[in-house]
T-cell receptor, first 114, second 115 residues
Framework: GAGVSQSPSNKVTEKGKDVELRCDPISGHTALYWYRQSLGQGLEFLIYFQGNSAPDKSGLPSDRFSAERTGGSVSTLTIQRTQQEDSAVYLC????????????FGPGTRLTVT | AQKVTQAQTEISVVEKEDVTLDCVYETRDTTYYLFWYKQPPSGELVFLIRRNSFDEQNEISGRYSWNFQKSTSSFNFTITASQVVDSAVYFC????????????FGQGTRLTINP
């Protein structure tokens, strides 16, 4: 079946602009995670969704970051007023249920802020 | 807090050699899960294995094997008779049963298999 998909694959934006990153999880997966991968920080957790609610947002680095999930499926990560330090690969993962099941990752969105 | 340490930043071996990737973890929880993921040059993280903290049996899958030792808080990964296609960055990760059960990753080990 189809895996996790993310769009766009690459995004170049100017400092100060807003960006939206999209994630389509595997059908039927109730848990959805966003992670960020950067050279300096490695792979770090951003936010977790169970269904449409986000009980854990502890990894969002600032209030410029927000995310939502609709219909228990598609999720959008929004970064407002982008800064150069936001440049990274943003990865989405989904799993059948939280934690006990393996998380399947999408190909990521490479964000470059100039 | 949870922490995963992969002390080997880079490893380079010649094809057909065996290679072991080390992973040491820290957690105060008694129930937790350990994972290994592979990130080939294409960039997508590929799930390899999940172990729970109650199952210390070693596991073998083809040329891959995993050694889980709670006494030393280690979950090491061995590739036997390595192949060029094994070249990738390998991540060890930990999750607990509380809360979001998010993955806490090590810094990764870049493995290069030379022909």
């Amino acid at each position: 079946g189809a895996g996790v998909s993310q769009s766009p694959s690459n995004k170049v934006t100017e400092k100060g602009k807003d960006v939206e990153l999209r994630c389509d999880p595997i059908s039927g997966h109730t848990a959805l995670y966003w992670y960020r991968q950067s050279l300096g920080q490695g792979l770090e957790f951003l936010i977790y969704f169970q269904g449409n609610s986000a009980p854990d947002k502890s990894g969002l680095p600032s209030d410029r970051f927000s995310a939502e999930r609709t219909g228990g499926s598609v999720s959008t990560l929004t970064i407002q007023r982008t800064q150069q330090e936001d440049s990274a690969v943003y990865l989405c993962a989904s799993s059948q249920m939280r934690g006990a099941y393996e998380q399947y990752f999408g190909p990521g969105t490479r964000l470059t802020v100039t | 807090a949870q922490k995963v340490t992969q002390a080997q930043t880079e490893i380079s071996v010649v094809e057909k050699e065996d290679v072991t990737l080390d992973c040491v973890y820290e957690t105060r929880d008694t129930t937790y899960y350990l994972f290994w993921y592979k990130q080939p040059p294409s960039g997508e993280l590929v799930f390899l294995i999940r172990r729970n903290s109650f199952d210390e049996q070693n596991e073998i899958s083809g040329r891959y094997s995993w050694n889980f030792q709670k006494s030393t808080s280690s979950f090491n990964f061995t590739i036997t008779a390595s192949q060029v296609v094994d070249s990738a960055v390998y991540f060890c990760a930990l999750s607990t049963v509380q809360g979001a059960q998010k993955l806490v990753f090590g810094q990764g080990t870049r493995l290069t298999i030379n022909p």
